[in-house]
């Protein structure tokens, strides 16, 4: 995409037009101070933000229609895991169209295989738990697709001074997402009759992702070099110690995001039976999320990742002890709080500390794409294992007791994560300006 086009941009974003081009002979653009976002950042949060809003507007409530339908636990599963392997295959098979050609529009085709998976679930209207696994299956290559190129493009526009603040803004706009989206399609759900409320809120996050797609043509084209090399991440987990650690970090994170995923909305609405008392739960946890993010996109620095993310792990695994007391609204509404308060000081160092393991060095920066398809298999694994290990124990057993130390056993993935990374993390005499920028 030309220069000019940056002239384009909508009106809504002013920060970005303000540094739009010039006329010849005016003064060139700011560049962002050190620890700044520019514009092409501050574009692609926005297209992130909508991204995340459309999934938050229904994603919860696309396995509460499927539960409504049919009381059980495996048809959801069954969609959850078909959507991490197709999402796993799509990160690999894409990666090569990535590196090789245009990054952008395999980001625009995420947003519309998003938007065709929400088409699909209101043409299929209650008959869509009998096709779980194959909308699943639509629903992951469409993510895989997203995040593909988002993680692609966020590396190439971010560096070690920048990233935890992208992410903690990242985070902040997904929990203002979070907070919100969901809160509103329980209010309409539980306002309009039958399932008209679920077929509007399955139009309006088609809409949404048409929107962010639109608006996805405004971020530039990025320059595409090398070939891919289908083989990378195998041979990266041979040969890098610090990326096995990593990867291993990483599949016990998905463990946990796997099930977790899933099952605690699901909770609340067997707990309340009620879409509006779920939608007030992601709006009170959200706002939780937000205002922790909005601390932590402040003050969180590389010298603070190692015992930060310590404090999150333990407070997310912790929590989970109330489950053994009892499993209500009111239980369930605490553990929400707390991993919302503990969740950036976790995912923050997680996610930053690997794209700064793929920006050690030049090399290492020209194999980003193959970094990242590695960073989502792992993670992918993680996601895979623990939602087959949900499977097979739900398949024997579905009762309080082995359901609570199912999740208990799978909710300890970020304490495993911390002992996988911690080797990783700047060692305490960091000095944050020094480190090297991609």
Known sequence: MQQKTKNRLPAFFPAMNSTSSKAPGSAAPKSPKPGELDNQARL????????????????????????????????????????????ALTFWLAGAYVKQFNKMNILRAGMAGSALFYLLVLLAGPQAVSYAVWLGLVQGMAVGFFWLAFNVVYFEITGPDNR?????????????????????????????????????????????????????????????EGTYSWGFS????????????????????????????????LFVYIATKSEMTLGNFWLITSAVGLLSYYVAAKWYAPRYRKWGMLTGAVMMSGILLLFFWQVSYTTLLAFGIVVSLAYPLFSMPMISTVFDLIGTNEQSAKNRVEYVVLREFALDVGRLVGISLFLLVTAISVSASTLNWLVFAIGTGPVLAWLCMKSLFPGPGTDDAKQSRT
Request: proline share 3%.
């Open 44 to 87: 692609l949060l926005l297209v992130n933000g909508l991204f995340i809003a459309a999934g938050a507007l229904s994603g919860t409530f696309v396995n509460v229609y499927l539960w409504k339908v049919k009381s059980q636990f495996a048809p959801i599963a069954w969609f959850t895991f078909a959507t991490h392997l197709a999402g």
């Open 234 to 265: 195998f041979r990266c987990l041979r040969e890098e110690p610090k990326w096995r650690l990593a990867a291993a970090a990483l599949a016990a994170q998905g463990m946990r995001e796997g099930v977790f995923g899933f099952i605690i909305g």
């Open 164 to 224: 935890d603040r992208f992410n903690g803004w990242a985070g902040l706009l997904a929990s203002v997402g979070g907070m919100l989206a969901p809160w509103l399609s329980g209010w309409l759900i539980s306002r309009l009759p039958g399932n008209n409320g679920y077929r509007l809120i399955f139009a309006l996050s088609l809409a949404l992702f048409v929107v962010g797609g639109i608006i996805s043509f405004f971020l530039k084209k990025r320059q595409s």
